[in-house]
């Protein structure tokens, strides 16, 4: 059975891209390309799901916004 997660993508200080799967608590990974990020970031979810092993709730992705704060 095929399942769809939602995965946020971010770059870090040092140029790494890492991934987080929001339905997965603790689920993520890091890469130096995106091909590598897609196929370590289902690694993971496979991992998590196997660990977890109980029903994920899913969760509707609306999106993101940024938000500027004055410091």
């Given amino acids: 059975m095929a399942?769809?997660?939602n995965v946020i993508i971010e770059r870090d200080a040092e140029g790494f891209y890492v991934a987080t799967v929001l339905e997965l608590s603790g689920c993520h990974t890091q890469a130096k390309s995106?091909?590598?990020l897609m196929?370590?970031?289902q690694?993971?979810?496979e991992?998590?799901?196997e660990v977890q092993n109980s029903e994920?709730?899913?969760q509707e992705f609306i999106g993101v916004q940024r938000v500027w704060?004055?410091?």
């Fill in 56 to 58: 994920t709730v899913p």
């Fill in 3 to 5: 399942r769809a997660f």
């Fill in 47 to 49: 991992l998590c799901l």
């Fill in 34 to 36: 995106l091909d590598t």
């Fill in 39 to 41: 196929t370590r970031i």
């Fill in 69 to 71: 704060v004055e410091t």
């Fill in 43 to 45: 690694e993971a979810i």
